[in-house]
């Protein structure tokens, strides 16, 4: 879970009326988003919602769902995998908790894989960045794309 956005008051000398959160669930595919989403609303209900109303009996918290992110869950054996891997020359596979359009894709019927440059632990921050080797290693990878898909389509 990741609270992305906290938006509350309007002046520093006055008491705001409400406040607002939003969060989102990067979840793998074996997990149940609906069930984690229910976990925060009972937990919050139940904690948070009675501490606040013992300061002010009227306060209360309504959640209001966004959108709801599909996971992509690429079979290891799908072709596009064995393409990514014969490209990268990584044998491995991982299920990662990050998203992007790949899942979009997949659920539109196009096979998807995530692979790219750079380090998780070094995106979506102030100082992101991607170190050069990883910009040469995904040169290398398109480079190599092209050589399996179009030019042998060609």
Known sequence: MHVG???????????????????????????????????????????????????HPGASIAFEPMAVIPTLDTDEEAD????????????GVEKVSYNCEACLFDQAGVPSVICGPGDIDQAHKPDEFIEVDQIAKCEAFMRGLMERVCIRSA
Not at 20 to 38: C, I, K, N, T, V
């Open 5 to 55: 956005l906290v938006r509350g008051g309007t002046a520093l000398n006055i008491v705001p009326t409400e406040c607002s959160f939003e969060f989102e669930f990067r979840h793998l595919p074996q997990d149940d988003p609906e069930a984690l989403f229910e976990e925060i609303q009972t937990d919050v209900s139940r904690d948070l919602l009675l501490e606040m109303r013992s300061v």
């Open 80 to 91: 596009i995998v064995r393409l990514a891997k014969a490209v990268t020359g990584e044998g």
